[in-house]
């Protein structure tokens, strides 16, 4: 646990001033996301840069250290029955906030408890003239000046180094049942938005091979009654078939092929896809394993509302985020130059172009 | 306190010409150039601050909005958009030499899908007409701001708009799915999606609450909820405020997120009930509004412990709404809070700061003591749960000096709120009215950094300018004159002062 504010903007100014580029690196866990860093470049390592600066469970916030681990702050929380709502995935040990925000990582309940950044409340950001700026702050309603805390997510470091973030945290809810269908990809898509629609404690829909599984938390009482209306079977071990899912561990995840996530408009038919699949967000993210081409994902994202990454594996030195029009890629570019105008920060990690 | 200045006959010449360009292609009626009409445009809901326009136009498609912004960036004139009026920060206040975009004819919901339960719309769609379309599909829009019934989404997104809900359902930030905008070169952009979110960089959250000097937007995408099963309201009060903002901790530590927690003071109390009969025990120092709603069961579990609560940490009364007509009422009390202080005063001013709520008990009795100073009563509202306080100054603007020394109580209630970790505006934005605190809350490198920015969109600088960020110079002349807190970071870097011939 230790403060290395200082050194860190060190290392940014010297790297700026001799025109160096700098590798953002947490725990390093994340580094089959986005695309490789392009030339020469040394690592900025905030791994040691990491502990909970404040933790106020009355007022539901906690400001930490970007390096700080999500297994640290999942454990504080825990002690008070408090939770990250986001369920950021933990690949292990060293996953640490920081780069859980620059990838925009959130778990099953992201539709009905919120993402990373719907819980972000501040950061303190080292731009890339080594200034050390603070946005937002660590109240949950704060309009003063451009919200810039919350744009770091999925901006995988381009815009800076976060060192510190605040976040809005929730008590655990009373109770959890899992409830499981079987039943086909088509007919439990009609089952997850028919169920999004309805006033129930719904905190997680997805399908695998055969079987919906819908979360229920909330009020004991609550859980029970919509458990009765909808109900299927109980699933035992819910917990550990959860925190496999959010941490990426399930065996879907379990493959050498490489992996696409479609975030997409959540009443999208079954897609005309072959290879492995699963569907999470109450059908908003669907997951596919196999070898596609990249034109025809795109295009398939597109006609579904949606976007899509080539998540893991593939050609890392392609574009692996959904393109951009042409405006918004010049927009990008020149808020990338407004924080990093020598472009300091992770280039092309994001896209080649930024 | 702001007065037209006298125009130059180039101004009128300009106002000529102009008018004459946009009436070629909207129509002539919903192009203002004389006095008399613009005179409703020259300011939002904080009337204290008032600018009379160059000129308003009313556009009724994108087309025309688009050639709007295309002639004014070619020829360097301001634009302020505007949507319903109803903001409270000045941040629509016309700009002398510049432009009203007036968003008002983009009234259409456009789609509403109840399968993936989403509404499309245009700007000037009112708030609650969303939820009022969407009520038979059994949906409803989140984010319910007080001016609710006339508050426009498209200013919902400008300004990120609250509400008594946000605790538990968000900001209009975490309720927007995407947003087509035009930037000042008139450029039609759309970011998000229909999807949850977006590759890159969230421009999304960057956009939302960017208060109009990024972009005007046409077009909205958010999100609707399943309308809960019931809602019930538990209304309690205490003989101090410090008790009841105990309670409020204590509900959040039970593990309980209530829908709305409000909580007034006993001087908002007695305007209040005075006002809407609502049934307040007048003899409180301190009342507490909150709200639970969701299913049938889970409000009948969480009502009896929030009872019991009350009951527990010394409610001096405790009573829940027992049909829909007593919930209305109850709430009616506190919804009408602000003009019914407007009763007890020839004037009122709205503060917006929001505060770590432990800090409460504090920042209310400093309150107070600056209220003996000034010589100026003090009522307060507080969005108890997420922290955001609403104290209402209470003054009459005819007698000679006292706007200023109002000006100045609101001033230092928002150091007040930065000094205990919080910020300086929860909900109503900065717009032109808070520009001079800012400087309490962002240190020179900040502010270069969001002109910066704001330049990444608008390289003239000619959306809404003089809102929102004040220029450098202004920071530190406020800071040099009367400042007694530092920002909340130090200034590392100095050397960078080239932001100051902007903004």
Redesign the interface.
């Known amino acids: 646990m230790a403060d290395q504010t200082s050194q860190l ?1 060190e290392q940014v100014r010297a790297a700026a001033d001799a025109g160096r580029t700098l590798a953002i690196q947490g725990g390093g866990t994340k580094a089959f996301m986005g695309r490789a860093i392009e030339g020469d470049h040394e690592v900025l390592s905030l791994a040691e840069h990491n502990g909970i600066v404040s933790y ?6 906690m400001t930490a250290r970007a390096g700080t681990s999500l297994t640290e702050l999942k454990a504080a929380l825990a002690e008070q ?1 408090q939770m990250l709502a986001f369920e950021p995935p933990v690949f292990s040990d060293a996953s640490t906030l920081g780069g859980t925000l620059a990838t ?1 990582q959130s778990g099953p309940g ?2 009905w408890w ?2 990373v ?2 819980h972000v409340l501040g950061v ?1 950001l080292i ?1 890339g ?7 937002g ?20 470091g ?2 800076g180094v976060m060192s510190e973030i605040s976040l809005k945290v ?5 109770m959890q049942r899992t409830l499981v269908t079987e039943c086909t990809e088509a007919e439990a898509l009609k089952l997850m ?1 028919q169920r ?6 719904i905190t997680a829909a997805t399908w695998y091979e055969g079987k919906l599984y819908t979360r229920l938390a ?5 859980v ?3 458990a009765k209306a909808w109900g299927g079977s109980d699933l035992d071990d819910a917990d550990l078939f959860w925190s496999t899912l959010a941490n990426q561990q399930h065996e879907f995840f379990n493959t050498e092929q490489p992996i696409w996530r ?6 999208t038919p079954e897609l005309n896809l072959e290879g492995t699949k699963l569907v999470d ?1 109450g ?3 669907r997951w596919y394993a196999g070898e596609f081409d990249w034109e025809q994902m795109v295009s398939i994202a597109k006609l ?4 899509v ?1 080539l998540y893991r594996g593939g050609n890392r030195n392609a574009e692996v ?2 393109p ?2 042409q ?2 890629q010049a ?2 570019q ?2 990338k ?3 990093d105008p020598s472009g300091v920060f992770n280039p092309g990690r ?2 080649s172009w ?1 | 306190m702001q007065t037209s200045t006298a125009r130059t006959a180039e101004q009128f010449a300009q106002r000529q010409s102009l008018a004459q360009r946009f009436a070629e292609f909207i129509d002539p009626h919903y192009v203002i150039a004389d006095e008399e009409t613009l005179k409703p445009y020259e300011c939002d809901g904080l009337s204290a601050y008032c600018e009379e326009a160059l000129i308003v136009v009313l556009p009724e498609t994108v087309e025309q909005a688009q050639r709007v912004l295309q002639i004014c960036h070619a020829e360097g004139v301001p634009v302020v958009a505007r949507g319903a009026g109803t903001g409270l920060c000045a941040g629509a206040m016309p700009h002398s030499e510049g432009v009203v975009l007036s968003m008002a004819k983009f009234n259409k919901i456009l789609e509403i899908d109840t399968v993936s339960r989403a509404a499309r719309v245009q700007p000037g769609v009112r708030n609650l007409a969303i939820s009022e379309s969407a009520a038979p599909m059994g949906l409803y829009y989140g984010p319910d701001p007080s001016s609710q019934i006339a508050c426009s989404i498209g200013g919902n997104v400008a300004e990120n708009s609250g509400g008594v809900h946000c605790l538990k359902y968000g900001l209009t930030v975490h309720n927007l799915l995407s947003v087509q905008f035009l930037t000042m070169e008139g450029e039609l952009l759309t970011i998000g999606s229909e999807g949850l979110d977006s590759c890159g960089m969230d421009l999304m959250a960057l956009f939302t609450g960017s208060e109009g000097l990024l972009g005007v937007v046409t077009e909205v995408r958010v999100k609707l909820l399943p309308r809960p099963e019931r809602a019930q309201v538990v209304v309690a009060g205490f003989d101090n405020v410090t008790k009841a903002g105990d309670a409020v901790g204590e509900i959040i530590a039970q593990g309980i997120i209530p829908g709305g927690l409000e909580m007034m003071d006993g001087f908002a109390i007695q305007a209040a009930e005075d006002f809407a009969k609502a049934g307040y025990p007048l003899d409180a120092q301190a009342l507490l509004l909150c709200e639970v709603d969701g299913t049938n069961e889970e409000v009948d579990e969480h009502i009896a412990a929030v009872e019991a609560l009350f009951h527990k940490l010394g409610a001096t009364s405790v009573r829940t709404s027992q049909s829909e007509e007593e919930r209305a009422r109850l709430w009616a009390g506190r919804k009408s809070a602000f003009p019914a202080v407007g009763r007890i005063s020839p004037d009122y001013y709205c503060m917006d700061g929001t505060i770590p709520r432990g800090q409460l008990s504090h920042v209310l009795l400093e309150m107070q003591k600056m209220s003996d100073h000034y010589g100026l009563r003090v009522a307060n509202v507080f969005h108890a749960g997420d922290g955001n306080l609403h104290p209402l100054i209470l003054f009459d603007a005819n007698v000679p000096g006292e706007l200023e020394r109002t000006e100045e109580f609101g001033g230092k209630i928002l150091e007040l709120c930065v000094e205990v970790g919080g910020c300086i505006t929860g909900e109503h934005g900065v717009g032109y009215e808070k520009l001079r605190q800012m400087p309490a809350q962002f240190n020179d490198a900040e502010i270069v950094q969001f002109h910066e920015l704001k330049r990444a969109f608008d390289q003239k600088e000619l959306l809404n300018p003089g809102k929102g960020i004040p220029t450098l110079r202004s920071c530190q002349e406020y800071r040099s004159l009367d400042m007694n807190i530092t920002p909340n970071a130090t200034v590392e870097s100095q050397q960078d002062t080239k932001g100051a011939t902007h903004g």
Do not use: T
């Open positions: 903007i106020q469970p009355v007022e539901l916030v029955n925009n992201r539709p919120g993402s950044r719907d303190r731009n003239k080594a200034e050390h700026l603070r946005f702050g660590q109240v949950m309603k704060n309009v003063a000046g451009y919200d810039v805390s919350r744009m770091q997510a999925g901006a995988f381009g815009l929730l008590p655990k809810p009373a938005n999004a629609g309805e006033p129930k404690p909330g009020a004991a009482s609550a029970e009654a919509a479609l975030s997409i408009n959540s009443k967000w059908g908003a993210q579904s509302g949606g976007q990454s985020l959904h951009q029009a405006p918004i927009l990008q020149r808020l130059a407004s924080f994001a896209y930024l």
